[in-house]
Structure formats: structure tokens, C-alpha cells
């Protein structure tokens, strides 16, 4: 038979807690973090947000805001990418998908890995999905990822300050592919 503790289960849970409150929790993300960070690249750039969940909400996020809420939609990630790569000196697109029944799906494209950044990705090894650079063969590979069909898909940028979209180019996809503004960037 066990001998009884000389500590009372209560004296043993006050002690256990007093640990566990003395342990500093873990620093938040900030975006100085991510611009500072020397060895950025768009896998690592995913790998921050691996156990951030998703809220989908309007409009985009600051920065920090989504980095301490640890939780957002596809624009606020695509967005922050774009933002933040492109002062690693990666080339970025912002990719706006509207699929039939969702609402639109954004992607940050980087042109040095021919592949975009998902928010819907940014858990499994493959963070990165290989596509076409152009407008119309980016939104395929997002609708397929959707299992949905896409509609329209437009390039836009994003401005912090201003709190504004700004949509370029458009795809329509019964347009005919010749008629694409980006026709030939495949």
C-alpha cells in the first residue's frame, strides 16, 4: 500500500499553478519581428502563422492587430505577405478569386517561386503552391483548391494607410483566355 503525501491535493495544485504563472508567456509576433527577420522567405514567412486561426472579418487588420489576435482571414494573411516580402525583396501580387457560392479568396503570388502563399496552407509541409504566373492560371489553381468554380479573379493592391483595396487587372473566365491583360505570362 502507497504512503500518503504529507502535501494535500490543494497545497500540490496551488504549487503546480504558482509555476505555471511564473513562466512569462511567450511574446506575441509583431510585424518589426517579421521585417527584421534576416533569413525571411515565404515558407518561413507561413510557418509563423501555422497555429493562427481563422475569423473571417472586414476589413483587413493593422498589422500587429492580426499578428496579436492570432487570427484572420485570407486577406488580412495575403496582405501582411505582400507587405512583408516585398521588403525582402521578393516580387509579390495580391490575387483577388471570386468563386461561385464562397466568398472571393485572396492570395499573396511571389514570382521568385512561382508559387502563391495561402492562408488555407500555411499548416501542411507544402506552403507554397506552384502555379502560372498569369492572373487566370493562378485563379484555376485556387478554385481547384477550393474544390469550387471561380467566376472573375483581379490583381489589387493594398494600401495600410488608407485602409483600401486598390483593384488593377481583371480576368473574366468566360472571357476568352487571348483577351487576359496578362495574356502570355503563363
Known amino acids: 500500500m502507497a504512503a500518503a503525501s ?18 512569462p508567456a511567450a511574446t506575441a509576433l509583431t510585424l518589426a519581428d517579421l521585417l527584421n527577420d534576416p533569413n525571411l522567405t515565404p515558407k518561413r514567412f507561413a510557418a509563423y ?3 493562427f486561426t481563422y475569423e473571417y472579418g472586414v476589413p483587413v487588420q493593422a498589422p500587429d492587430e492580426f499578428l496579436a489576435a492570432r487570427s484572420g482571414d485570407c486577406d488580412d494573411y ?8 516585398s521588403r525582402h525583396h521578393f516580387t509579390t501580387r495580391l490575387i483577388h478569386v471570386r468563386v461561385v457560392g464562397r466568398v472571393a479568396h485572396a492570395v499573396c503570388y511571389i514570382e521568385q517561386n512561382r508559387a502563391y502563399l ?3 496552407n500555411r499548416r501542411y509541409f507544402i506552403t507554397l503552391t506552384r502555379c502560372g504566373r498569369s492572373i487566370r492560371a493562378i485563379a484555376e489553381k485556387v478554385a481547384d483548391s477550393l474544390e ?16 483600401r483595396k486598390h483593384f ?19
Open 118 to 120: 495561402d492562408y488555407n
Open 49 to 51: 502563422f501555422e497555429d
Open 148 to 163: 469550387a468554380n471561380w467566376t472573375s479573379a483581379s490583381e489589387f493592391t493594398y494600401d495600410y494607410d488608407q485602409h
Open 78 to 85: 495575403a496582405v501582411l505577405a505582400d507587405y512583408v516580402l
Open 168 to 186: 488593377g487587372a481583371t480576368v473574366v473566365k468566360t472571357d476568352p483566355p487571348e483577351t487576359d491583360p496578362d495574356h502570355g505570362n503563363r
Open 6 to 23: 504529507n502535501h494535500p491535493p490543494g497545497r500540490i495544485l496551488a504549487a503546480v499553478l504558482a509555476v505555471l504563472l511564473a513562466v
